[in-house]
């Protein structure tokens, strides 16, 4: 059971666009940043949004993230076959178990 | 570049212990924290801790309280993480992450490690 809850899966055609929902609470994603990561398969997690919408250098401006209260959505635009991935959302809890905490991941399928 | 390189993939019995290591490169090792992230087969990511290479202070996962322990190496910028009293649900590949970190709370992970598989079972 993760602290923070993601959609299990989406898809979307070639092309199109998609957004990822992250919710969470006050504790967590309410008073701190929200990242996003990319996971492609048998890989390391890669960093895709960082500080709720910024972008790592390297990593094209069709991926963009936005928050809101103690929600956080990752868009991605122009979706391509390659796009085909796990993706986790990320920030810290400040209660009183403080750490990191993470989405259960969406799976997203390019169509 | 940044990058950090973990150990190989350990196979371990129920009860033993097991260290991984996290070897930096590309920058200055005692400025960003690591942090050790675990995924399960087909699970989400599970983080469980913290240590200041500068320092040396942790902060671990209540789940992890008295099992884990996370040390370094300043010499030769390698960071360790060691876990006792293995269980079969501690099968995982187990990742290294520096942590962007600011006043105890880190924001992101960047780079990851490569990941090491830790597989326990008799």
């Known amino acids: 059971q993760s602290v923070l809850t993601q959609p299990p899966s989406v898809s979307a055609a070639p092309g199109q666009k998609v957004t990822i929902s992250c919710s969470g609470s006050?504790?967590?994603?309410?008073?701190?940043?929200v990242s996003w990561y990319q996971q492609l398969p048998g890989t390391a997690p890669k960093l895709l949004i960082y500080d709720n919408n910024k972008r790592p250098s390297g990593i094209p401006d069709r991926f963009s993230g936005s928050k809101s209260g103690t929600s956080a959505t990752l868009g991605i635009t122009g979706l391509q076959t390659g796009d085909e991935a796990d993706y986790y959302c990320g920030t810290w809890d400040s209660s009183l178990s403080a750490g990191g905490v993470f989405g259960g991941g969406t799976k997203l399928t390019v169509l | 570049q940044v990058q950090l390189v973990q150990s190989g993939a350990e196979v371990k019995k129920p009860g033993a212990s097991v260290k991984v290591s996290c070897k930096a490169s590309g920058y200055t090792f005692t400025s960003y924290d690591i942090n050790w992230v675990r995924q399960a087969t087909g699970q989400g990511l599970e983080w469980m801790g913290w240590m200041n290479p500068n320092s040396g202070n942790t902060g671990y996962a209540q789940k992890f309280q008295g099992r884990v322990t996370m040390t370094r190496n300043t010499s030769i910028s390698t960071a360790y993480m060691e876990l006792s009293s293995l269980r079969s649900e501690d099968t995982a590949v187990y990742y290294c992450a520096r942590g962007h970190c600011t006043n105890g709370v880190c924001d992101w992970f960047d780079p990851w490690g490569q990941g090491t598989l830790v597989t326990v079972s008799s």
């Open positions: 006050s504790s967590n994603i309410g008073n701190n940043y």
